[in-house]
């Protein structure tokens, strides 16, 4: 079983064959176990819950051990991540508290049982209601620039250089660069490559090959992301997309 979903920004899994080495990345990652609890390493830490907030930037380690498990990798700058980050605060990891973990393990075995789209989709709802952004500051004007330019992605070589958005925000890269980290806590240089690793699932989650995703996203060679994606995930990007379900909720 290897559901993986796309939710705007957001990557989920749900499945019992992930086997990831020790790594870390700008995204917040949350687990949560199908059945009993989690073992997982953090910042060196062996963790057991049921389930897990873990940080931006905070090396981990985790398998599943044949066992179903949720996982979702939560882009920081979205609404759903920065109410995340409200929980971590600077902490390397959150663990939920035993009334939520109660009320999402049941959702999640019902999912396992019935295994239907729509309740694939009611859980990960569920999930997300759990952090409620309504009364989230906004981002300065020119950092919400540059994450509106992101979105509108279409790979260009002068597109993945700071310079660029440095003079669509009218400021010097060093001044962008020190905005960009304050605002949302991650290095432009990093996001702008996170962003190009999420293009390329986006395109390979509608079909198109790896080689054809990794030069379309702005990597230079299938290899250069396969190791980008080794460095961020823990994972190959064949693992991953092996004997994968594909989804998209938006």
Known sequence: MNYII??????????????ADRHKHWLIQMFLSGQKEINIEVKGQ???????????????????????????????????????KILLMKHP?????????????????????QRCHNDIQSFIQ??????????????????????????????????QQVNYFSKKANLSESRLGHLFKEETGIPLKSYIVLR???????LIFNGENITTAALS?????PSHLAYT????????????????EFLKVF
């Open 46 to 84: 062996q963790v057991t819950c049921c389930a897990i907030l873990v940080n931006i930037n905070t090396p981990h380690t985790f398998k599943t051990e044949g066992k179903p498990h949720f996982t979702m990798l939560i882009d920081p700058t979205t609404k759903l991540g920065r109410a995340m």
């Open 217 to 221: 996203a702005g990597f230079d060679s």
């Open 126 to 159: 569920t999930i997300i209601s759990q952090f409620p952004y309504s009364n989230l500051d906004n981002f300065d004007d020119r950092v919400n620039k540059i994450l509106n330019l992101l979105d509108r992605y279409v790979y260009k070589g002068e597109f």
């Open 196 to 202: 190009k690793l999420q293009k390329a699932y986006e």
């Open 93 to 113: 990891f959150y663990i939920f508290p035993h009334e939520k973990n109660v009320a999402m393990q049941q959702k999640f075995q019902s999912i396992l049982i």
């Open 229 to 244: 994606n080794k460095m961020m995930t823990g994972m190959s990007a064949t693992s991953i997309i092996k004997d994968s």
């Open 6 to 19: 796309k939710h705007g920004r957001n990557f989920i899994a749900i499945s019992n064959k992930i086997e």
